[in-house]
């Protein structure tokens, strides 16, 4: 319950955050151009607001329903359906009575905010934390691969050596690589020689769907640091500092090896074999159903792995953080056109409030908050410029329309467009939240 807490936590205070810039974005550039701005809420607020107050001819307040927020503008067909006010004669500050162009600005600046934000967390994170990864060419002992991996073709052991013969600086940009850049083949080194992993659509979907497809293999070492609750190897006697060697006698090499000996052994009451002050001991124990002993593991993969870090300067990270936002928006358009190849069921893995909040950790960490919330930040920025009515892209598209063809669509017309785009929108939202208690249905959260 605490680990749901937290990062619920992290995610409303991400997405106050950007909400409040998207909006002030819009504000900024109606307050420009002398357009009278009429509410700025955070959270929507239909039949009452949690509180407000007015400064100016602005209402600002908080609403109830955290569905994003909204700034109220002058003269413009939006969410409010305010027809009464549309139907009066058009004063010189609302905003159906300023040139095109500067009220395509005003609608762009919420998105505008959201990209320049990003950058700037990018920049701040590179400047505080640097970044630091793990080269391909240090995963020294090879892969493990979970059942997908298998399917698709991979093999615990491999050692990646390219992706579509390209080098990947860092591992953990192997799988991201291959999907976002529909890469057919993946060189591993196998048994001591080079074979090549092919890649259809069907894989392709399988690692959309998929949490993990492979992980660095670490060697075998398993000391007791702690236990956890109930734990079947501390109810057989096990103590804090103890050293486990095997089961039965029978010894490992790396650690997927213990995992999968002791998830075969899961129920059965086994020896365990384990090192205690410099001596061996043998110990029975019952292993649980679901092949854990419950020991809370002394040595981490990143223990056997040179990792390399990168520091940055004050004028380094500016660049860097700049280099970082225009990769990211690059990736995500990529994922973005998954979407629209239905063979690789891209759709199924698109997430709704539930599968926002997984991606923050377990615990609180700014270094990961402000990565995700610069993350998220770039995709309001790209949700938003869709051409969907009652989003800032239908605006956009529009006033595009009115530029082009001198042309400015029927306020009537406007009307039945932003209600056509609310409902497209609710029924995104429905699919994606549905998609999160599926997979929450079928245990693949």
Not at 387 to 416: N, Q, S
């Amino acid at each position: 319950m605490e680990t749901i807490l937290i990062k619920a936590a992290q995610l409303i205070l991400s997405l106050s955050i950007l909400v409040i810039l998207h909006e002030f974005g819009h504000f900024l550039f109606a307050r420009g151009f002398k357009t009278r701005v009429e509410k700025f809420y955070l959270f929507f607020n239909p039949w009452f607001s949690l509180f407000k107050f007015k400064k100016g001819e602005t209402e600002y307040g908080m609403g109830w329903l955290p569905l994003g927020g909204y700034v109220k503008i002058a003269g413009m067909i939006d969410e409010s359906m305010d027809r009464e006010a549309m139907k009066l004669p058009p004063k010189n500050w609302e905003f159906r009575s300023k040139p095109a162009w500067q009220r395509l600005f005003i609608m762009l600046g919420g998105i505008m905010m959201n990209f320049l934000f990003a950058m700037i967390i990018y920049i701040g994170v590179l400047y505080a934390w640097g970044e630091q990864y793990l080269p391909t060419e240090n995963v020294k002992y090879g892969i493990v691969v979970n059942e997908v991996g298998k399917e698709i073709g991979f093999r615990t052991g491999d050692k990646i050596l390219t992706v579509d013969n390209k080098q990947i600086e860092d591992f953990m940009k192997i799988i991201p690589t291959i999907v976002l850049d529909d890469a057919r083949t993946v060189q591993v080194m196998r048994n001591g020689k080079v074979a090549d992993v092919e890649i259809s659509d069907e894989d392709l979907s399988m690692m959309l769907k998929s949490k993990s497809v492979m992980s660095p293999r670490v060697p075998f070492r398993l000391g007791v640091d702690g236990f956890t609750e109930d734990s079947p190897a501390k109810e057989a006697g096990l103590k804090t500092g103890d050293e486990i060697k095997g089961i039965n006698g029978n010894t490992y090499k790396y650690y997927d090896q213990w995992v999968d000996a002791a998830k075969g052994h899961a129920g059965e009451t086994v020896i365990l074999n384990i090192e205690r002050d410099g001596q061996m001991l043998d110990i029975k124990m019952t292993i649980g159903e679901d092949g854990m002993i419950g020991v809370k593991n002394s040595h981490y993969a990143d223990q056997y792995f040179d990792l390399k870090t990168v520091s940055y300067g004050f004028f380094e990270s500016i660049p860097a953080g700049i280099q970082r936002g225009v990769q990211t928006t690059k990736d995500y358009l990529k994922q973005f056109k998954l979407f629209f190849r239905p063979e690789t069921k891209a759709y199924e893995s698109l997430g709704g409030f539930a599968t926002i909040g997984n991606i923050f950790p377990e615990q609180w960490d700014w270094f990961s908050f402000w990565n995700m919330t610069a993350f998220i930040s770039i995709i309001l920025a790209i949700m938003n410029l869709l051409p969907i009515p009652a989003l800032d892209g239908g605006h956009v598209m529009f006033l595009f329309f009115e530029m082009v063809t001198g042309k400015k669509p029927g306020e009537r017309f406007l009307e039945y467009a932003q209600i056509a785009g609310m409902i497209i929108l609710l029924a995104l939202v429905l699919f994606a939240n549905a998609n999160d208690i599926i997979k929450m249905i079928n245990g693949t959260f």
